[in-house]
């Protein structure tokens, strides 16, 4: 059968939450976006007897094309397993959306490399262990609406992951030479990546300009009914 989002009477959210989602302050986000939206969580786990492990996610067509939005929140390839991966693509080729955060189990760090999820994302993760120090001084850009103007500076981060934006992408921000914030299309869904961490000395999160980021990029991704 052909796979298609179906909206539910509220916004269904998923989030997959790893080690720095908490950081990110997506919650206060998600609910001046949408103050009716239902968020179900699933939390990654790492290291131990068993290994890395996601302790929730729906393995059924019906479920996840139910939800408005999932969000990665600092979770690897090895949390999510191919079967995942693979559903999370034909979700959004199909008319989902994502939003990718960044952190130490993310992107090439979460070895996502060499998964589909390369395929989906408006990124390219060209090597493992890509996140890198931020030098300071280093300047950060607005290049769409996302903060006040003059304002941008206030979220440099101190890591951020070394991707590349792909052709045709959108970059909203940029951190030096680094895209920071990229959205982009997934067949008929739309993705977006957060590639600046909370990692380190940095109050990135912990600024009002960075709310104003997260309520532009959720705008971007629909959630606003």
Request: net charge negative; aromatic share 8%.
């Amino acid at each position: 059968d052909r796979l298609l989002v179906r909206l539910q009477r509220f916004p269904q959210v998923l989030f997959l939450k790893g080690l720095l989602s908490p950081f990110y302050r997506v919650e206060a986000a998600l609910k001046r976006a949408s103050p009716t939206a239902k968020v179900e969580e699933g939390y990654a786990y790492n290291g131990g007897v068993f290994g890395a492990q996601l302790d929730f996610f729906p393995y059924d067509y019906d479920t996840l094309m139910s939800y408005d939005l999932v969000i990665l929140g600092d979770v690897g390839a090895a949390n999510l397993g191919e079967t995942a991966l693979e559903m999370l693509k034909d979700y959004c080729e199909h008319g989902g959306n994502l939003l990718v955060l960044g952190g130490p189990f993310a992107y090439g760090h979460g070895n996502c490399g060499n998964t589909v999820l390369n395929e989906i994302l408006p990124v390219v993760i060209q090597k493992p262990f890509d996140l890198r120090a931020v030098e300071k001084g280093t300047k950060v850009v607005c290049l769409r609406d996302l903060v006040s103007p003059g304002t941008a500076q206030a979220l440099r981060p101190a890591y951020i992951h070394e991707v590349k934006a792909k052709p045709g992408a959108d970059v909203l921000m940029t951190c030096g030479a680094w895209p920071m914030i990229v959205m982009g299309k997934c067949g008929s869904g739309r993705v977006a990546c957060v590639t600046a961490t909370p990692l380190g000395e940095s109050n990135l999160c912990d600024t009002p300009q960075w709310q104003e980021v997260l309520d532009g990029v959720l705008k971007e991704l629909g959630l606003n009914r």
